[in-house]
Nanobody, 126 residues
């Protein structure tokens, strides 16, 4: 089993920055694919950013150039650096992982991931 625990959420003003972390425990192998998803009230959960075992990253168009996903494989921690935040970024952010190889075109599809954290809230106010 794999456990994922997110942290780093909070309230910021427009234009601010936050860094989310996701600490993973359990059986973690180098083949894992990782991703961040978010869900705003009344909306479906959407993929934000993903990183595969080779370090290849994928971003949703809405966050390209503002968000950066990275991982520390020695500590089993996934990060999401979020800059230039705007109110549309307000959501619960979830960390996700899966041990299989995920094609880049599917990297932001929630059905590809078996392990999920409980989420951390991000609120951006104007």
């Amino acid at each position: 089993q794999v456990q994922l625990v997110e942290s780093g959420g909070g309230s910021v003003q427009v234009g601010g920055s936050l860094r989310l972390s996701c600490a993973a425990s359990g059986y973690i192998s180098s083949s894992f694919c990782w991703a961040w998803f978010r869900q705003a009230p009344g909306k479906e959960r959407e993929g934000v950013a993903a990183i595969d075992s080779d370090g290849t990253t994928t971003y949703a168009d809405s966050v390209k150039g503002r968000f950066t996903i990275s991982k520390d494989t020695t500590k089993n921690i996934l990060y999401l650096q979020m800059n230039s935040l705007n109110p549309e970024d307000t959501a619960m952010y979830y960390c996700a992982a899966d041990p299989k190889t995920i094609a880049t075109m599917l990297a932001l599809h929630r059905n590809e991931y078996n392990y999920w954290g409980q989420g951390t809230q991000v609120t951006v106010s104007s």
